[in-house]
């Protein structure tokens, strides 16, 4: 799993993890909840009815979870942003073999 994004819930009340990128108003399920302060981490973001949920680093990798970022008129923001850089694939096999290079190296 490649995390893109680091998240900071920021409302007062807290925020509510759900089961898919919908309103618990269309049948959200609420898998847990978290405080403010809280910082998640966040695979993809995608737009639902101009609405952007978050895809989350699950705690159970059989149970995808969501949030909500902001509102769709951006009255309200659920969570800070903070894009991270992200190396490709192929980067992160070059730098695993560079590792193991090294640790070869080292053992001679």
Do not use: C, F
Request: net charge neutral; hydrophobic share 45%.
């Amino acid at each position: 799993m490649i995390v893109r994004h680091q998240l900071i819930v920021k409302v007062r009340l807290g925020l509510n993890i759900l089961d898919t990128p919908r309103p618990r108003s269309m049948g959200a399920q609420v898998r847990r909840a978290v405080k403010v302060g809280t910082v998640l981490e966040a695979q993809n973001i995608i737009m639902v009815d101009d609405v952007p949920y978050a895809l989350l680093v699950p705690q159970n990798p059989l149970k995808p979870e969501w949030v909500r970022v902001r509102e769709a008129d951006s009255s309200i923001e659920y969570v800070d942003v903070i894009d991270l850089p992200v190396e490709d694939s192929n980067s992160e096999i070059a730098a695993a073999l560079r590792e193991i290079a090294d640790a070869i190296r080292a053992q001679r």
